[in-house]
């Protein structure tokens, strides 16, 4: 085995070795310290699958033998005493730790045995603290069976059990009397706890980068399923190079920082970074259904979520650290059902750090990152605290519900489960992935990624969020005019939807272009203004009501847009001058009360699909849907870089009036032309404040985004006027 020291500054130094397939140095290291006994604590999974590791001690290995020799037989060898617990957090209580102290005074234990914790991180943090309590501290030697233990539970003092609810709020530091790692264990591991591992070497790659980084991506490169388990895939297989190479990656990793901080209290405390939603997310599913590791993942997408909108990580540093914690949470998604938003947040909020920042009731604490290898230092312990609202906001964006809250699935073939599996295969695979699992390819918009397939012989269109979407509408609001205007025939029959996309039907046909509203084909000029006509006099659904939709996107976007002041356009007036044109526009239009009804809030053509027959269309894609001014709706259709034509808007308007049941005399249409074109200036409002923002999004564009802001504002400045008339 190769030798190490576990230097904990000036606490303890505590020698380790590391091998593959070495059980016979394990026991002979052991057997080193001369124990009158050997309290062998393991858990549920290393006594089922490692239950012989430790047969020999009671009979050989005494240390005589020379290298390469056979062992001495030793009938005066220590007894060996078993005490089974079960496998992950259940393991971890009060009522485990003291049946562990009974049942060791009833073997008759001295203050000259050893005790020995074989199995995985929760068993080691239980076993440590029963060893440190016991005659107020007895030798503890850890055997780990489980690759996160080998190189992140080993390389901490921490010991630890859950009470009253709550995670590892009860514990001490002891730093055991040897490290035994034995890498030839993880060949047996079922995949999630291989995964479990990975998960908090991903947290060394956030927070380090360098080779810690490198390392992370090229293991799971290599990552391939063990077909000798009959090709189930519930098995990952790593060569014993990779995983040697892990290990030490993680234990540099962790020894880097406790050479000088033993307690993990300053500089340690960024260990804890993602921990605390993701032990909010362990406890709110219940003990050992997320594998610490994973729920460590999620936990950081919770912080980087939350660094962004406070401005402390830019959208592109956001992507390249989410990028890293998808490449493995995209192959182990979170299990359903999911507990409830409330759920995890009650958990969150009795973390075991909390009150270290001094946090308010509606606030929150973990280590925060500016970008990979970049930690934001604090005077409290490396923690920053934040409005606990983001990790509520981004919680949803998951897919997690809100208490009481049910998600409707119309088809009698297709479940809740399918659906939720193609959403979230949209949103985590490539582009080149997905075309390889037979999806096709559609519109993909600013706001959305939509792709074709088919389930159970139904043919589906299935659409995955991007973080525009939440960025423009609160996550609560998304889908739910998709939803009703399925209900009322206006769009596809919506199958599911959640906060990360939905699925709906195929309608089988094309969408429309500019010219098609310009070609006075009077009988798709009915149609199309009989559907929005529908969709207008619906009720506003109460989770989307509010100012009207228009001005909340384009306060949204300018606070955007302002993060990064070296985006912004040379040839566009100043930030400040872009806001006030909005305010004014806004004074204007609220001393018309002009009508604000349901609105779609991007009723352009590519937004409406002409049935294949060409005798029925379908409105898609509602995510800025909500109240807003009718006339936004009714001037986007028509606005066209091609020659307008009166007539056929004249048609138009005039149709709609009539599925209103509104009067269509001759003066109420010239009423309903004119607050029509009041509302061009707006639409080119609304774009300009769009592209102004979208190179905080996609910075590698942000010249071709600056060119198109700056042409929406010359024609928004152009036409500004309209907004003076009536």
């Not at 297989?237 to 990793?253: E, Q, Y």
Request: aromatic share 8%; charged share 25%; hydrophobic share 40%.
């Amino acid at each position: 085995m190769e030798s190490l020291t576990f230097a904990f500054a000036d606490k303890a130094q505590v020698p380790g070795f590391v091998g593959a397939d070495v059980q016979a140095e394990v026991i002979d290291h052991i057997l080193q310290v001369s124990p009158d006994k050997i309290l062998l604590v393991c858990d549920a999974g290393a006594e089922a699958h490692h239950a012989d590791y430790f047969k020999s001690l009671n009979r050989s290995l005494s240390g005589c033998a020379a290298p390469g020799e056979s062992p001495c037989l030793d009938l005066a060898a220590p007894d060996v005493e078993r005490y089974v617990l079960p496998a992950g957090d259940e393991c971890k209580s009060w009522d485990h730790l003291s049946n562990l102290m009974r049942w060791s005074f009833d073997i008759g234990t001295t203050k000259r045995s050893v005790i020995v914790a074989f199995g995985g991180g929760a068993l080691l943090n239980v076993t440590g603290l029963f060893a440190s309590i016991l005659f107020r501290g007895t030798k503890v030697i850890y055997v780990p069976t489980t690759f996160l233990a080998m190189h992140d539970v080993v390389t901490s003092l921490k010991t630890s059990i859950c009470f009253d609810g709550r995670k590892n709020n009860i514990g001490s530091f002891y730093a055991p009397t040897k490290i035994l790692i034995d890498v030839g264990f993880c060949r047996t591991l079922p995949r999630q706890e291989l995964f479990s591992g990975l998960g908090e070497l991903a947290k060394n790659a956030l927070l380090f980068g360098g080779k810690h980084a490198e390392g992370f991506v090229a293991a799971l490169s290599k990552e391939q399923v063990n077909a000798a388990h009959g090709g189930s895939g519930d098995e990952l297989a790593m060569d014993d190079k990779t995983l040697m190479t892990l290990v030490s990656l993680g234990i540099d990793a962790k020894m880097s920082m406790l050479a000088t901080d033993a307690y993990e209290k300053t500089s340690g405390m960024v260990f804890e970074y993602g921990h605390t939603v993701s032990h909010a997310i362990e406890k709110a599913y219940g003990d050992g259904v997320i594998p610490h590791g994973l729920g460590v993942t999620y936990g950081m997408l919770s912080t980087s979520y939350a660094a962004e909108r406070l401005g402390i990580m830019t959208p592109e540093d956001r992507a390249e650290h989410d990028e890293l914690c998808w490449l493995l949470l995209k192959r182990w998604p979170l299990p359903q059902p999911r507990p409830t938003i409330e759920k995890i947040m009650a958990f969150a909020m009795r973390d075991s750090k909390r009150g270290l920042t001094g946090e308010s009731d509606d606030e929150i604490s973990d280590v925060m990152l500016t970008k990979i290898g970049e930690v934001v230092p604090t005077k409290t312990n490396n923690l920053s605290k934040f409005p606990c609202a983001h990790i509520s906001k981004w919680l949803y964006t998951m897919g997690f519900p809100h208490e009481g809250a049910t998600q409707p699935v119309h088809s009698s073939t297709l479940t809740k489960k399918d659906c939720d599996l193609l959403v979230e295969t949209i949103h985590s695979s490539s582009q080149s992935d997905l075309i390889g699992l037979g999806f096709e390819p559609m519109t993909v918009g600013f706001a959305n990624h939509v792709w074709a397939t088919e389930k159970h012989k139904q043919a589906l269109v299935v659409k995955s969020y991007t973080e525009l979407a939440y960025l423009r509408v609160d996550a609560e609001a998304i889908g739910v005019v998709d939803i009703l205007a399925g209900e009322k025939a206006v769009g596809p029959r919506v199958l599911f939807s959640s906060s990360q996309g939905l699925v709906m039907e195929r309608v089988e046909g094309r969408t429309l272009e500019e010219a098609d509203m310009h070609k006075a084909d009077f009988r798709l000029l009915d149609m199309v203004a009989q559907a929005l006509a529908t969709l207008h006099q619906l009720s506003v659904p109460k989770v989307c009501d509010g100012l009207p939709m228009v001005w909340r996107t384009m306060d949204k976007m300018l606070e955007v847009a302002k993060r990064r002041p070296e985006l912004w356009p040379e040839d566009m007036p100043a930030l400040e001058e872009v806001c006030s044109e909005v305010a004014t526009s806004r004074q204007m239009l609220d001393r018309k009360a002009l009508p604000v009804v349901l609105c779609h809030g991007d009723f352009k053509p590519s937004n409406v699909i002409l049935g294949r027959n060409e005798d029925s269309v379908s409105i898609i894609d509602h995510e800025l849907a909500g109240p807003n001014y009718r006339g936004f709706d009714l001037m986007k259709i028509f606005r066209t870089e091609l020659k307008p034509s009166a007539a056929s808007m004249e048609h138009f308007l005039r149709s709609y009036l009539e599925s209103t049941g509104k009067p269509t005399s001759d003066s109420d249409l010239a009423d309903i032309i004119q607050e029509t074109k009041m509302f061009e200036p707006l639409t080119w409002l609304e774009a300009a404040c769009f592209f102004l923002a979208m190179p905080q999004l996609k910075p590698q564009q942000t010249s071709f985004w600056n060119e198109l802001a700056a042409d929406r504002w010359t024609k928004y400045m152009a036409t500004k006027g309209a907004m003076l008339t009536k």
